[in-house]
């Protein structure tokens, strides 16, 4: 059997941690309104500290449980919070170097690149025209309800289904959640959906390598040095 030529290769980029350094705020967020809907809480270093390990280990569950934040209250909480984190955006500088591997993957390399995000797409567009990266087609988008998979599958369905001639690869699984997603795309659709996972993110490497990415690197530049060993 031949395979079919591929004429067109995406590579979608998740986009907090990823893309854009958003750790800090998520963490500053979480924390400034944790201390005004909790009765306990630290001093801010003592909780931004014990709130980074729990972020960066994946104990996702363990944040949640640790805000104590009274169940009555949780969700003018998590509105005061997106909110604030969507507002300060713009605080946040772009992954060091990527701007250029961006460049150079769109216009030299001719990959068509998207970005699959858990943020809101407004937000994303905002962000991407101040900064000017203007070099990605596509936004996926679910608006903070943090369902990665739902979002992956929109964009195959859109872009892939029925059409064999055209690949995708996941950048920035920086999340456990993110690599889970993929797999999970990947059994539904019975589709290769490669994920690359990134140590500058929101997980740290330890934590994302026990998941089994396919591929795991630590720096922009390691996608185009990667992108030119693997068959894609």
């Known amino acids: 059997m031949i395979n079919p030529k591929i004429d067109k290769k995406i590579l979608s980029f998740d986009f907090d941690g990823t893309i854009a350094k958003t750790k800090e705020l998520f963490l500053d967020s979480i924390i400034k309104f944790k201390q005004k809907y909790s009765k306990i809480h630290l001093n801010y270093d003592e909780e931004y500290v014990f709130y980074n390990s729990l972020i960066s280990s994946g104990n996702l569950q363990g944040l949640i449980k640790e805000l104590k934040i009274p169940v009555i209250k949780i969700i003018p909480f998590y509105k005061e919070f997106r909110n604030y984190f969507q507002s300060n955006l713009l605080s946040c500088p772009i992954e060091e170097g990527l701007d250029q591997v961006l460049e150079n993957l769109s216009k030299e390399k001719n990959y068509t690149l998207f970005i699959i995000s858990s943020n809101n797409k407004e937000a994303i567009q905002n962000y991407l025209e ?93 996608l185009e040095r990667l992108l030119e060993f693997i068959e894609f």
């Open 130 to 222: 101040k900064k000017k990266l203007d070099y990605f087609e596509k936004i996926y988008s679910d608006n903070f309800s943090f369902k990665k998979c739902t979002t992956l599958k929109k964009a195959i369905n859109n872009e892939i289904s029925q059409n064999n001639t055209i690949k995708m690869m996941y950048i920035g699984g920086d999340e456990i959640r993110d690599i889970h997603a993929c797999k999970k795309c990947e059994s539904n659709f019975s589709y290769s959906l490669p994920i690359t996972s990134v140590s500058w993110g929101y997980q740290d490497e330890e934590t994302l390598k026990k998941h089994n990415p396919d591929f795991l690197i630590n720096s922009p530049k390691d």
